[in-house]
Structures are given as C-alpha cells and as structure tokens.
C-alpha cells in the first residue's frame, strides 16, 4: 500500500496514507470518486503520538500531574507531566535524538537533556543519568533511572517528562494515546449513503461519537438525516440544512416504511433538497395521497410515484396556469 499525498490518485483496494501536524487544528481527508462514479469506502483511521511513552513499561494510566498544574501555591504553573513508578525504572527516550545536557539542578535534580524531530524533551528527578552529553539514542533507550531526586524528595519515585519548542509543550499531545486501535464498527454500513431519520422522541445530535462530546442541537422524532459514515456504534451525519455531526445509530431507522400520508390540495414541485436551491425532480398532480418518510422543520420527505425519495416542495406554477385555462 502506497502514502498517496495531496491529490494522489488511488487505482488499489487498500491504501495507508500518514500525516504528521505541524501544529494544532484540524485535519480533512477528502476522497472523492471518479466523474459519474460512486462506491463505498472502509475508513481506519489511527491516532498516533509523535514520540512513545518515556517510562519502561508504563502509560498515560501513571500520569498523576498533567500540564498546567499549579505549583508553588499557584506563584508557577507544571511544565510538564509526572510519571509515577517505581524507583529504578529505565527512563527511555521518546525519539531518535541526542543528548543535549546531563546535569543536576535545584528542582529537577539529576536531568537530562534531549533533542528529537526538533523537540527537546526534559527527564527530571531521576535517580541516576546513564547517558553522557552527545551521546546519540534510539527511540526506547535507557535515559536514566526514576528517582526523587530535587524538590522531589519528600514524593514517591516519578519521572518529571517535559516537552519545549520555543517554550513549554502539553507533553500528552505528544504521546502516544492509551488505545491506538480503532473501535469495532457495529452501526449497520449497508444503511450509509440513504436516507434515515430520528427515531426517538428527543434525539441529540453530537459534535463527535461519544456522550461525552458536545450537544450540537436535539432532534424531534422522524427528523430526516443522511448517514455519510459510521464509527463504533455511531452514525456520522449531516441534516438538510447542512448541519454535520454524530448519532448513536440505535436512536435511527432506515427512511422507507411511511410514518403518514399527506393529501395534496394543488400540483406541487418535488426537489432533491428542501430549499429553493434543490433541483426540480418532478411534479405531483393535485388530491394525491403521499406516503410522508420523514421531515425536517416545516419540510417533508416523501416517497415518489416511482418509489424514490424526494423533498415536497412549493405549488407547481405551470400546473396551476394549465389547469386555470
């Protein structure tokens, strides 16, 4: 499998692409089929820190002290994270890199100094440095051994990991998260690309696929969505003004079965999306009973004489010109 990067052309079934953020913000991969093609696409996406854990046979769970931390009664603020294990334990480096520094000072005690992919990472309160300055390193070899050593004293074994470029970094936006594998999809992918709607009573639709996310907004039962993708147990969704976000997928149905009927008093127009905007993709003649699929706000998605899905739209003009002569 190839690394396709901007604008590449993917001829395989399976493709790995990595990207590496220069800096905070989003990050949009856009795939888009050939002219008057489509298809489905299986996404696996992995989020994977930029240097690896830098204590022996720990993670993130032996975090005790996070960035930002007061320190001093609030006078300075923790440039790093405390690492907590057992004194003794390797201290590792989280890159390729060199060493910059060894020494002792008055609140780290013996440190060391490194520099890896343009980052330079600090190890305090070791109980020993085991590396000499220059002294080049592979991602996981021994820095040093865990210890209290400095302001330390009087607190069980930690290590003191900083991370600086131009100033003090959130060293967690570094490592490597605690789960690298992709959550199992169990939201049903045969119902992607169609339409759905709410089926619960009072539905929230979230900033991303979890409860603990951001409520965007909440939806009224029948609420008409389209399903772009699924993650977990969660659709990722956009209703049809545009709004885009996730929904558990129990809490949906398929758009097929009619919830109602509606009876038209005139000839009116049906569009692909219910705004003005939305093509014209036929008409309705006038005391026609339609089955009614969902809604949105005023709008409502019917099903077509031909069975399809369409947006009702305003009265049919030429219609109601025809039928006044």
Do not use: C
Request: glycine share 12%.
């Amino acid at each position: 499998a190839g690394a396709p990067g901007e604008g590449a052309s993917l001829q395989g079934q399976r493709a790995t692409w990595r990207h590496e953020p220069g800096e905070d913000g989003a990050v949009i991969l856009r795939l888009q089929p050939e002219l008057l093609s489509g298809g489905a696409v299986e996404l696996e996406a992995r989020v994977l820190g930029t240097l690896s854990f830098p204590v022996q046979g720990k993670d993130r769970s032996a975090v005790r002290s996070i960035f930002g931390d007061p320190r001093d009664g609030g006078r300075r603020s923790h440039e790093g994270v405390d690492i907590f294990a057992s004194r003794g334990t390797p201290a590792v480096a989280a890159g390729d890199g060199v060493v910059s520094r060894v020494g002792t000072n008055r609140l780290g005690g013996n440190v060391v100094w490194m520099r890896t992919g343009g980052l330079n990472l600090y190890y305090a309160h070791l109980d020993e440095a085991t590396v000499s300055f220059g002294q080049r390193l592979a991602a996981g070899d021994e820095v040093g051994k865990v210890g209290n050593t400095g302001n330390a004293r009087h607190t069980p074994p930690h290590l003191h990991f900083g991370v600086y470029d131009g100033g003090a970094r959130d060293p967690l936006r570094f490592l490597d998260p605690l789960e690298t594998e992709p959550a199992a999809v169990t939201a049903s992918v045969e119902a992607l690309a169609r339409w759905a709607r709410v089926s619960g009573a009072r539905v929230r639709l979230r900033q991303g696929p979890s409860t603990g996310t951001a409520i965007l907004t909440e939806l009224p039962r029948h609420t008409a969505l389209r399903l772009h993708g699924a993650r977990g147990s969660w659709y990722r969704v956009s209703l049809p003004d545009g709004t885009r976000g996730y929904i558990a997928a129990s809490l949906t149905e398929a758009a097929e079965r009619p919830v109602r009927q509606e009876r038209l008093g005139e000839p009116r127009l049906l569009r692909s999306l219910p705004q003005p905007a939305g093509l014209v993709v036929g008409t309705l003649e006038p005391d026609t009973a339609v089955p009614v699929l969902a809604s949105y706000e005023e709008h409502l998605l019917v099903q077509t004489p031909d069975g399809h899905a369409a947006w009702l739209g305003e009265p049919a003009p030429e219609l109601n010109l025809a039928s006044a002569s």
